[in-house]
């Protein structure tokens, strides 16, 4: 079967919240392409297997997979509802290294990692460095600072909006 139309039919047991038969068809590829890796790790993050999403992220790299922006954004989101704050540095590492810092996606899955990982400094520091910030980062920092009880700074980002 064509890795396109396997793409599509794991997207599809995805959505319908079958995640094993999306697995089982990504297992069973003759041939993958970095759509059918996005794909099953959004898969997992969508239906909040976060450690298998972690998990899946990782072998890709050490296949030698590229990871696209939709992947990373993907496993950030994972790191970030598992805090898993060691892995999400990894993956900004990644990003980094790949020239995806400047994909708005990406930073804003940055800034929303770190601030549910509790490191407001790199949250900040994300949202700095991001050249124009969004809705999505501007929501992102507000709920980290939130989170962490710094109302203050809360408000004050949200009348900078």
């Known amino acids: 079967m064509d890795v396109s139309v396997i793409n599509v039919l794991i ?12 697995r089982r068809l990504f297992d069973e590829m003759v041939v993958r392409n970095v759509i059918s890796w996005t ?7 969508q239906n909040s297997f976060d450690r298998e999403a972690m998990k899946l992220f990782s072998e890709m790299t050490r296949l030698g997979w590229k990871p696209d922006g939709f992947a990373c954004t993907s496993v950030l989101t ?18 980094i290294k790949a020239n995806l810092e400047s ?15 509790f490191s407001l400094i790199d949250a900040i520091r994300a949202f700095d460095i991001m050249g124009e ?13 939130s989170s962490q009880e710094k109302i203050f700074e809360a408000l004050d980002l949200f009348h900078n909006m």
């Open 103 to 117: 994909d708005d996606f990406v930073t804003n899955g940055l800034i929303d990692m770190y601030a549910k990982c």
């Open 78 to 95: 994972s790191c970030g509802s598992f805090e898993a704050l060691d892995q999400g540095r990894q993956v900004h590492a990644y990003a």
């Open 11 to 22: 997207d599809f047991y995805s959505k319908c919240g079958k995640v094993k038969a999306a």
């Open 133 to 145: 910030q969004n809705v999505v980062s501007y929501n992102a920092m507000i709920e980290g600072y």
């Open 39 to 45: 794909r099953m790790i959004a898969s997992y993050m």
